[in-house]
């Protein structure tokens, strides 16, 4: 059975600095894995989507990296803000019918 | 605006009340799904579907039902809600299943008193 770990499970740091979410998970078969923001009181919003042929992938200053051979992942953001405080969800998708998500960072940027 | 909606957002019900909460895309999306999220199991797979009129369990099926006769929409039914349903429930839709980007609802809290 598919097991999706993240680690810290909070994080608050300065304004400014780099970061980096980490995620684990326990079966390489991936089709891909993905990671979303949740915003208290809203829904999930797809940040980046890695396939699983892929090594990482960028969206502005964001970077996500791919390992499935060690089964982990590794979400980058570069220069933080205080807009960036949310959780950071990241989820695998095993088969075609689902995704299963790890519990989640919850990310506080101070000004 | 391409978007996934769920109603109600908010609902507060008693044990045995049948409830639906709707679920609609405007993205002309193949595939949908349903998910609970609880505190320290996160988000848990209820149901999906992979087309109109085609449906399947998830990991937490029991005490659930769905349909999908329309391609947009997918509600979400409990016939006989119990207070181990109180959650956050959250739709979610994509083009196709596993490989594509996922579109999640907003999500919809329930407290079964």
């Known amino acids: 059975k598919q097991e999706v770990t993240q680690i810290p499970a909070a994080l608050s740091v300065p304004e400014g600095e780099n970061l980096v979410l980490n995620c684990s998970f326990t079966?390489?078969?991936?089709?891909?894995l993905q990671w979303f923001r949740q915003d208290p009181g809203k829904g999930l919003t797809s940040l980046l989507l890695?396939?699983?042929?892929?090594r990482e992938q960028t969206s502005g200053r964001l970077n996500a990296s791919l390992d499935k051979s060690s089964g982990r992942s590794t979400l980058y953001i570069a220069a933080s803000q205080p807009g960036d405080s949310a959780t950071y969800l990241c989820a695998v998708v095993p088969g075609a019918q689902k995704l299963v998500f790890g519990q989640g960072t919850r990310l506080t940027i101070n000004p | 605006e391409a978007q996934v909606t769920q109603n109600p957002r908010y609902l507060i019900t008693v044990t045995g009340k049948k409830l639906t909460v709707t679920c609609s895309q405007n993205m002309n999306h193949e595939y949908m799904s349903w998910y609970r999220q609880d505190p320290g199991l996160g988000l848990r797979q209820i149901y999906y579907?992979?087309?109109?009129?085609?449906?399947d369990k998830g990991d937490v099926p029991e005490g659930y039902k769905v349909s999908r006769k329309e391609k947009r929409n997918f509600p979400l039914i409990l016939e006989s809600p119990s207070p181990n349903q109180t959650s956050l429930y959250f739709c979610?839709?994509?083009?196709?299943?596993?490989?594509?980007?996922?579109?999640f609802g907003p999500g919809t809290r329930l407290l079964v008193l």
């Open positions: 890695i396939q699983s042929s892929q």
């Open positions: 579907s992979m087309n109109v009129e085609v449906t």
């Open positions: 979610a839709s994509s083009p196709l299943a596993g490989a594509e980007t996922q579109y």
């Open positions: 079966d390489s078969a991936i089709y891909n």
